[in-house]
């Protein structure tokens, strides 16, 4: 049985030993994983690793500002970050099923990434933070056929092309664990207690279309939700809290007009590791009162809904 601070001390060496002298690089998501995979290799090799943070522009409100500060200022590790958000919206338009948005975006991460290392004299490999689960559940279900349920986004295909060897020290771990290693590490508390958010980010929880204004509308409506749920000290009790936005959209009325607007879910749910999930209960009045401040504070929506169902049979994300 290991403790977090023995992890830590064996990744290090290990990391050391893998790499030597060679140079690394590190794709930061803005999500724990990857964040935690850094400042372990970071302690491991110091300048020898660089960060390359590509925004997709499909973040949540203020996380692109959070992530860049946390690694150039509280860290001091070189961390590039490309605003490549007109891109990617570019490529998502017209796009509406979840696996060629999912595809679009791991592409084009991938040459947006390449296209960085090249410009910082490239790397001899590629760090990820890649869990346990993610190995499992983006191959195949064993006992049936190989089934693809959802095309997980990190950076699979570029050690290939860029003729990078892998370094994913967290490869064997769960995602309370990887938490616990970024206690270990001294990651700040809001970092490290954040809920898990995909690589693909706001994309997939845009059924139909991406665009730009649906993006901002969700990006308002999400960070009303999450405000409520801290003020009411919520926040840890759930796994993963988030809005959807729906691309459908409902008549309503305001003030003496009517409305027609899109429909809003909302989704939280209890995990210990994402293979499973249960819709969290929240108490008494917190439901209805999110749902009348999204509707009179954000433009664009005029109906809230709340997702209950249980991942299997439905997933945590909506694509
Ligand atoms: P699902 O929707 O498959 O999600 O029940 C399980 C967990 O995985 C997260 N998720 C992703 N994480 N890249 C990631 O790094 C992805 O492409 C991706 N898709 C889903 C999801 O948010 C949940 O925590």
């Known amino acids: ?57 499909l973040m949540r409100a203020g996380e692109a500002d959070q992530v860049v500060s946390l690694f150039r200022n509280h860290y001091n590790i070189p961390l590039v970050h ?32 390449e296209e960085e290392a090249k410009k910082i004299g490239g790397a001899d490999f590629l760090a990820q933070g ?26 699979g295909g570029l050690p290939e092309r860029m003729n990078m ?28 207690g954040r809920h898990p958010f995909p690589g693909p980010g706001l994309a997939i929880r845009i059924p139909g279309e991406v665009t730009k204004e649906r993006c901002d509308i969700l990006r308002k409506a999400d960070a009303i939700y999450l405000e409520e749920i801290r003020n009411a000290g919520l926040y840890d009790a759930i796994w993963q809290a988030f809005a959807v936005l729906l691309p459908v959209r409902t008549v309503g009325v305001m003030g003496d007009h009517r409305t027609y607007d899109y429909v809003l879910a909302l989704r939280a749910v209890t995990s210990t590791d994402g ?18 401040r999204i509707v009179n504070e954000v433009r664009g929506i005029n109906r809230v809904t709340y997702d209950y169902t249980s991942k299997p049979p439905g997933t945590i994300e909506w694509e």
């Open 275 to 292: 293979m499973t999930a249960v819709a969290f209960q929240f108490p008494g009045d917190f439901l209805p009162r999110v749902a009348t």
């Open 82 to 113: 490309v605003n490549a958000e007109t891109l990617f919206l570019n490529g998502l338009a017209g796009l509406t099923d979840p696996e060629a948005k999912r595809k679009f975006i791991g592409k084009t991460f991938i040459e947006v990434f």
């Open 130 to 155: 890649t869990l346990y689960p993610d190995v499992i559940e983006s191959v195949s279900f064993t006992g049936g056929p190989s089934v693809t349920i959802k095309s997980h986004h990190n950076v």
């Open 1 to 57: 049985d290991w403790t977090m601070a023995e992890f830590r001390a064996a990744k290090i060496a290990e990391i050391r030993a893998q790499v030597g002298t060679g140079r690394v690089i590190c794709g930061l998501s803005g999500g724990v994983d990857s964040a935690v995979a850094a400042v372990l290799i970071h302690e491991a090799i110091g300048e020898q690793l660089t960060c390359v943070f590509v925004d997709h522009g």
């Open 165 to 192: 060897k892998l370094v994913e020290p967290l490869r064997e771990l769960f995602k309370d664990e990887v938490r616990a290693l970024g206690r270990e590490l001294g990651l700040p508390d809001i970092f490290v």
